[in-house]
């Protein structure tokens, strides 16, 4: 049984970890992998036709817990427990709900002590107790909803007794209806920077670089939940490895293409001899970006962007790269009646057909974990437009826009 104190309209938090309202989804999976053994079975839902209208869900059923995180900026706005038998939970150093102390009412209010008067929603047959950043559910049944009034004091039981809590729910805010993720506080930045924005450069119809601007923790106020710094940082097509580098700082992962796909597991998979030289990718997986440089040159040559939608392959491996890319009109690039477009994270391929003409045969790629496994999710589509690529997924989403430099360039 979980130990966890609650921190309304902030946390659930153990000795060893916690989840926070606005840490990113996968800081959320991080905690999970490292509690192997003690959090099991969990589960993810998410919307496979729908993926932005409704909430990406972690259900932890072994302890009764589920976290949910905003569809677009993929946080965490609301944690719930809905089974608090399995959970052993204190607020200020006093338990509130465990297996020898009963979530009543009367415990809650003792605990929390109830300012005003709960909320009675007849529609749903539950008694609502509200703080800021804290709501407990408890149920009642209809047959005793002649005896309410309004207010705790009202609630009357027969032999004394009282009903327990059916959940509660900590969020941002003043009530959880309505309520949004919370900027990512700085206890989760953890030395890594973040994207804000990516705006894509094009000049003359052609594809130059990205300007980024990105947030950190800054040093001079460690610990301090204002205490953050913005950057903005341009990569253009040539850098160099130093100049990315000295730029957006050491990639999370380096990774050479190869045709011994076996290769990269290896400690020295960096080592390469002179006739078996190979392109390689910096991996920045916060900042939902790789970028390409050439094998003989060093330099930049392509700018991989993730949107980081559930349902792909590489789901959950990078931040989601909230880009935008700007194509004004051109007689080459254009449909007929299109004034322009801008691409972005959120924007579905019917869009960007509408307004530009993409390659007309698309390439098909299909990922497998190993030579003995599948794709659970299946295969993308990939088209060409002038000098980006724009990986497609099944319910018309983007995966993910590679920018190039063409060869004439």
Known sequence: MLDLEVVPESSLSHERWEF?????????????QQQVGVIRDVHINYSDTSPLEHDLVINMTHDGIRLLFDPVGQRLKIIEVYNL??????????VFSSEEVAPTIQQVDQTFGATHPGIYDRERHLFLLNFRGLTFQF????????????????????????PLVSSMSIYSGSSRTGTEAPPMPVSCFSGQVYTEKCDVIRSDDVTIGVRLRLFAAGDSHPGLEGGLETLVREIRFGDSCQDVTSLLG???????????KMKIHSPFAHKRAASRRS???FNYFTLGMDILFDARTHRAKKILLHTNFPGHYNFNMYHRCNFDLAVEPHASLMNSASEGVHIRAHT???EVCGALKPSSRPVVLNRAST???SNPFGSTLCYGVEDFICEVMSNGHLASVTLYQPEEV
């Open 20 to 32: 926070v309202l606005g840490m990113h989804f996968s800081q959320a999976v991080c905690v999970i």
């Open 85 to 94: 038998s399995k959970l052993r939970l204190k607020y200020g150093g006093s």
């Open 139 to 162: 149920p009642v049944e209809p047959k005793f909803e002649p005896r309410f009034a309004g207010g705790l004091g009202s609630l009357q039981f027969p032999g004394g007794g009282s």
């Open 250 to 260: 050491a990639p999370t992962k380096v990774f050479y293409k190869s045709e011994d």
């Open 279 to 281: 392109d390689f990718f």
């Open 348 to 350: 579905k391929w019917d």
């Open 371 to 373: 030579t003995n496994t």
